[in-house]
């Protein structure tokens, strides 16, 4: 005969589900010291390859892809990045992918935020130019191009250009007196193609605190032309990044039709330096820095 206890739940029959309910849990088994270790390890470095790809809408895509290389070989690595959509899409990726902190992140933001700028990446403690994003094919812009024109000549029109039309800030310069194939090198870009510099320079500066300060262009060569200025002013990234007035040299090239074939630059504060002031935040309103 079964006893029943005046307790609850004691010396009382229980079904088999109640007791398999009631039964101790046993302890998580330990894992084996070979799969911890491998659990701590860091992964391989060797070569990497990451996709990610943002589709909710057919209107807005981003597809992001990084292609890291041995390590061994620093220099051989890069982002390919397309992006279509509005403004407003774009921005959002832009502020999400910059917050990611990587290399490849912040030069897909870049390219999110309207067409893409070259940035430096960091690697073991140098700074390496990296191409232009996406900026559209080669094509030729302005009127007919100036042919014939002497080094003088061109000199005067590029100090019309800097120092009334600010075109490192506006990008309003004179397109017939560069080759539609000008390449175009500072320590964080290499662009060949008068369009996409200019499509560049649309989605950096905000003109309105923007300046650049010519302090001295001339001919130095026939076909070289040599100018000094100094620039300040801020991005026009959501973050309201400032970029501290620096100098800049700028050498010009011109090819046997008298056209701009090369603008090459170099600054006062590295191309590291630049990067960082990019994605840097600012706060309170923009002003004139200079």
């Known amino acids: 005969m079964l006893q029943h206890s005046s307790l609850p739940g004691v010396g009382r029959t229980r079904s088999p589900a109640a007791a398999a309910a009631a039964a101790p849990v046993a302890p998580w088994p330990a894992r084996p010291a070979a799969a911890a270790a491998a659990a701590r390890s860091p992964r391989s470095t060797t070569s990497t390859t990451t996709t990610a790809t943002a589709t909710s809408d057919p209107s807005r ?14 220099h051989n690595r890069g982002v390919d990045i397309t992006c279509t959509g509005n403004s407003h899409s774009r921005r959002t990726l832009l502020t999400q992918l910059a917050a990611a902190g990587t290399v490849a992140g912040l030069r897909a933001a870049a390219a999110a935020a309207g067409g893409a700028v070259g940035l430096t990446a960091a690697t073991a403690g140098r700074a ?6 996406p900026l559209g094919p080669v094509r030729r812009v302005g009127g007919d191009k100036r042919t ?3 080094a003088e000549e061109v000199a005067a029109v590029l100090k019309r ?4 039309g600010q075109y490192f800030v506006t990008g309003d310069l004179t397109r017939e007196i560069f080759a539609d194939d000008c390449r175009f090198v500072d320590p964080t870009n290499d662009v060949t193609g008068l369009s996409k510099y200019l499509t560049a320079l649309g989605v950096l500066f905000d003109p309105k605190y923007s300046k650049v300060e010519l302090l001295d262009i001339r001919v130095t060569d026939p076909r070289v032309i040599e100018a000094d200025w100094r620039l300040g ?9 400032r970029v501290e007035p620096f100098t800049g040299h700028t050498i ?3 090819n046997e039709e008298g056209l701009v074939s090369e603008q090459r630059q170099s600054w006062s504060i590295s191309g590291a330096t630049a990067l960082q ?3 840097t935040p600012s706060w309170g309103p ?5």
């Open 252 to 254: 010009y090239t011109l």
């Open 61 to 74: 895509d981003l597809n992001l892809n990084t292609h890291h290389q041995n390590h061994t070989q620093p």
């Open 277 to 279: 002031q990019s994605f």
């Open 148 to 150: 014939g024109l002497s």
């Open 233 to 241: 002013g801020y991005l026009v990234f959501p973050w309201n990044p």
């Open 286 to 290: 923009r002003r004139q820095l200079f």
């Open 128 to 133: 390496a130019a990296l191409p232009l994003g």
């Open 161 to 164: 250009d800097l120092a009334e």
